[in-house]
């Protein structure tokens, strides 16, 4: 599973930052909880970090002391809201977890990735944001969701030869496939999404 580097960290080149005045601890936990609130809101491109500031009640320079920029801010919020709602594995149940997974992932933040990293892909003026997104957003969640078809695997649920790297993109594609068309999400579409999986390359299911 590919882990991206703490938000801050000397390791993310986001975030290096010369010898000055130290961080106020404020920016660190009210800049991230403030900005979800406009995002939900208002969307990735009204967001503003003069906005965020004055929801988190701290100074702008405070929230540029922290972020670089808008994505740097965005992407760390998305990233410590998202990473909480990840179970740790082993599961007692991965395909179940799968289901929930999907269900969560499709409730609390399909709609604006989608718009965020649509966003992104626009924004020409800084390439790098969408990669950061990629890094701190999409590499956990994806990586989560494949340890549990990794698991399930290796429980005998799951083919040996299984193609975990399509099943994921299956689950996943499914969730934006739904968002993009505009289809509400019925109770038990999840599930029947993982059912499918199995159904193709769970044990007993034969080579395709």
């Not at 967001?47 to 922290?66: F, H, K, L, P």
């Given at each position: 599973m590919t882990v991206a580097p703490p938000v801050g960290s000397t390791t993310d080149p986001r975030s290096t930052r010369g010898p000055g005045r130290p961080r106020d601890p404020r920016a660190s936990?009210?800049?991230?909880?403030?900005?979800?609130?406009?995002?939900?809101?208002?969307?990735?491109?009204?967001?503003?970090?003069?906005?965020?500031?004055?929801?988190?009640?701290?100074?702008?320079?405070t929230v540029y002391r922290r972020y670089r920029d808008k994505a740097d801010l965005i992407t760390a919020a998305i990233a410590a809201n998202s990473s909480a709602h990840l179970a740790a594995v082993p599961s007692s149940d991965p395909r179940a977890e799968l289901a929930?997974?999907?269900?969560?992932?499709?409730?609390?933040?399909?709609?604006?990735?989608l718009e965020v990293v649509g966003t992104l892909i626009g924004?020409?003026?800084?390439?790098?944001?969408?990669?950061?997104?990629r890094q701190r957003v999409v590499a956990p969640r994806m990586g989560y969701a494949?340890?549990?078809?990794?698991?399930?695997?290796?429980?005998?649920?799951?083919?040996?030869?299984?193609?975990?790297?399509?099943?994921?993109?299956?689950?996943?594609?499914?969730?934006f496939a739904r968002r993009i068309a505009g289809i509400p999400s019925a109770p038990g579409w999840a599930g029947r999404a993982v059912d499918a999986v199995w159904a193709g390359m769970g044990v007993g299911s034969g080579p395709r």
């Amino acid at each position: 599973m590919t882990v991206a580097p703490p938000v801050g960290s000397t390791t993310d080149p986001r975030s290096t930052r010369g010898p000055g005045r130290p961080r106020d601890p404020r920016a660190s936990t009210a800049s991230p909880e403030a900005a979800l609130r406009p995002l939900a809101e208002l969307g990735y491109a009204k967001v503003s970090m003069d906005g965020v500031a004055t929801e988190a009640g701290v100074a702008r320079a405070t929230v540029y002391r922290r972020y670089r920029d808008k994505a740097d801010l965005i992407t760390a919020a998305i990233a410590a809201n998202s990473s909480a709602h990840l179970a740790a594995v082993p599961s007692s149940d991965p395909r179940a977890e799968l289901a929930d997974y999907l269900d969560q992932f499709d409730l609390r933040f399909a709609e604006s990735c989608l718009e965020v990293v649509g966003t992104l892909i626009g924004a020409r003026e800084d390439p790098g944001a969408l990669d950061l997104h990629r890094q701190r957003v999409v590499a956990p969640r994806m990586g989560y969701a494949r340890s549990l078809l990794e698991q399930a695997r290796d429980d005998g649920q799951l083919r040996d030869d299984a193609d975990l790297d399509l099943a994921l993109e299956m689950l996943v594609g499914s969730v934006f496939a739904r968002r993009i068309a505009g289809i509400p999400s019925a109770p038990g579409w999840a599930g029947r999404a993982v059912d499918a999986v199995w159904a193709g390359m769970g044990v007993g299911s034969g080579p395709r």
